[in-house]
């Protein structure tokens, strides 16, 4: 536990070492606002909510989390840390949970930003702040999804634009695979049940789905279940590169 | 302290290291020598666990790489080759990381730091981001982050690569302090490193172990062990050499800068036995040297894949 938060600690302040983090934030604020206030026509709905914000949550992170992922374990690779890293006394699921989780935190970092969107509600009308928090904490753990697949992409490459490139696919994959075009692919030859799992697994459905009410408690796990899954084929992954 | 049995790494077709087995007691600094492409740095990366063997393992005080990773990597201070270290930190932030992962923290961490900084010079340099270092300071960082938790078993995979004369003699003075209380291992292609600095050498190439041994011993394979230098006032004609050559025990006559060399046939001393000709003939003698043997000779020789002949 000692070792993750050392490791989370290095990793957090890695990110704020380089121009990387603050063009992260101001890009991220960027986008969120033009995306609300002009495609969202966050001010024409006319009500006090934060949907068109959220909405585009998704389409933002396809683009921007890969870019936080991407040098975590290629960026090691490269500059050849990653043999000192890994002859340091420490678990390889430390390793792998300290780099996650300070990329993790760092994505809240940059979620809890976006406060100003947040008090213009406030200040227009009565939105339901229970919805909002609960858009957050799902649209926080999506971005942890995210990562986690990006963490393990980051893992097999020393090359950061690979590593963007191929995690920025999968996630895109991993969202609309409950669009009709998806669907379409398995419609009629697939039995109901993958097509059922098919649909369920989008993270778009499942996000869409939040800020209409309160979290699904089996949104949550679906959730934390790709970032375990995801992070265990991490650590895989880097064990395996040491036997080649 | 430190046990390698039978070390084997193949990459694909390519087998790197090939059965290599050797130990390495406390007080010993075993050099590591052998051409670019030997093995080296493949046989230091599977003692540290960063590389899992193809076959074999390491054991380090008493602890199986393979199997008790932890507490054999706790007893291991290694500098990677190329002394890679995190460029946006400063050597301050890295050696304060490196010492909360080695579990020190506090007062503890700071008087280590301090430390490690005071013998490997580098104080001044505390502040700056370790990607603008000199590469002589960047492999001084790398050195002083394997230094910190004074590990039983040190494993330097070219510590003096890129330091300038004085920062070499500082660097292997600091390795031959540290010498009594630790098992040390640096590799090399500077003969000179060894001779400076090791107990003992082993000689590496396409993975095998080819000679192990210490310094003086792998001198003595040389066909400059026992080797003559002479000079003669008026020089040396050929009727001179042809003599020379003639007497038993003798391998070769060779020019050496304006003298000759004779070498030994067999590393056989035969100093005496120029001596005795050239007070027979009378040749008014202005130099005479017996050489020790040289270490890139027995290098060259053993690590080529056609040996120079021994006769000049
Ligand atoms: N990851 C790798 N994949 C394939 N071949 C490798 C790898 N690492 C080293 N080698 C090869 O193994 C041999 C030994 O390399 P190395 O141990 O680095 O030699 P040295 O340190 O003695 O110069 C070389 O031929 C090198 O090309
Ligand atoms: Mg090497």
Redesign the interface.
């Known amino acids: 536990m000692?070792?993750v938060l050392?490791?989370f600690r290095?990793e957090l302040?890695?990110y704020f070492?380089?121009p990387l983090a603050y063009v992260f934030i101001v890009i991220f604020l960027v986008m969120a606002g033009i995306l609300t206030f002009f495609v969202g026509n966050f001010f024409e709905r006319g009500q006090a909510d934060l949907q068109p914000f959220f909405t585009f949550h998704p389409w933002l992170y396809i683009v921007l989390i890969p870019a936080l992922a991407m040098r975590l374990w290629a960026e090691e690779r490269r500059?050849?840390?990653i043999?000192?890293f890994?002859?340091?006394?420490?678990?390889m699921t430390e390793a792998v949970a300290g780099k996650f989780l300070a990329a993790w935190c760092f994505a809240g970092i940059a979620l809890i930003l976006t406060f100003p969107f947040w008090l213009t509600v406030n200040f227009l009308g009565h939105p339901d702040n229970g919805v909002i928090l609960a858009s957050y904490i799902a649209s926080w753990l999506m971005a942890g999804a995210f990562l986690a697949v990006g963490a393990c992409v980051s893992a097999v490459t020393k090359n950061q634009v690979i590593a963007f490139v191929v995690t920025a696919a999968l996630v895109f994959v991993f969202t609309v695979a409950g669009s009709p075009i998806v669907l379409g692919v398995f419609q009629g030859w697939a039995p109901e049940w993958l097509l059922h799992g098919v649909a369920q697994a989008s993270f778009l459905v499942l996000f869409s789905a939040i800020p209409r009410g309160v979290i699904d408690l089996r949104d949550v796990v679906y959730f934390l279940s790709i970032i375990v899954a995801f992070l265990a084929a991490n650590a895989i992954l880097i064990d395996l590169e040491?036997?080649? | 302290m430190l046990e390698i049995r039978h070390l084997v790494k193949s990459f694909g077709p390519l087998i790197a290291v090939d059965d290599v087995s050797f130990t390495v007691p406390q007080g010993e600094v075993l050099g590591f020598l052998g051409p670019n492409g030997a093995g080296k740095s493949t046989t230091m990366k599977m003692i540290t666990g960063f590389l899992a063997p193809t076959a074999g393992t390491a054991i380090i005080c008493g602890y199986d790489i393979a199997t008790q990773p932890i507490p054999a990597k706790r007893h291991i201070g290694y500098l990677p080759e190329g002394a890679p270290a995190y460029p946006d930190m400063t050597p301050d932030n890295f050696l304060g990381f490196i010492a909360h992962i080695r579990g020190f923290s506090g007062e503890e961490a700071r008087r280590r730091i301090s430390r490690v900084v005071e013998m490997i010079r580098i104080a001044e340099v505390m502040h700056q981001p370790i990607e603008t270092l000199s590469k002589g300071y960047k492999r001084r960082v790398g050195v002083a982050q394997a230094l910190l938790h004074d590990p039983d078993v040190l494993i330097l995979d070219e510590p003096t690569d890129g330091l300038d004369p004085n920062q070499k003699y500082e660097m292997r003075s600091v390795i031959a302090a540290m010498r009594p209380n630790k098992a040390i291992i640096i590799s090399t292609h500077l003969l000179e490193e060894v001779e400076a600095v090791c107990s003992r050498a082993i000689i590496i190439a396409h993975g095998r172990i080819l000679a192990d041994g210490t310094p003086a011993e792998l001198a003595q394979r040389s066909r400059h062990h026992n080797a003559v230098r002479l000079a003669i006032v008026g020089g040396a004609d050929a009727n001179v050499r042809a003599e020379l050559a003639a007497l038993p025990g003798v391998a070769g006559v060779d020019t050496a800068g304006n003298g000759l060399i004779v070498f030994s046939r067999g590393g056989d001393p035969v100093v005496g036995a120029i001596a005795d000709l050239a007070r027979e003939r009378g040749w008014t003698v202005s130099g005479l040297q017996v050489e020790r043997g040289r270490l890139d000779d027995v290098f060259r020789e053993i690590t080529t894949p056609h040996p120079i002949a021994a006769a000049a």
């Not at chain 1, 890994?86 to 678990?91: A, F, H, K, M, W």
């Open positions: 000692r070792n050392t490791i290095r302040a890695a070492a380089t500059s050849g840390t043999e000192l890994l002859t340091l006394p420490i678990r040491k036997a080649e």
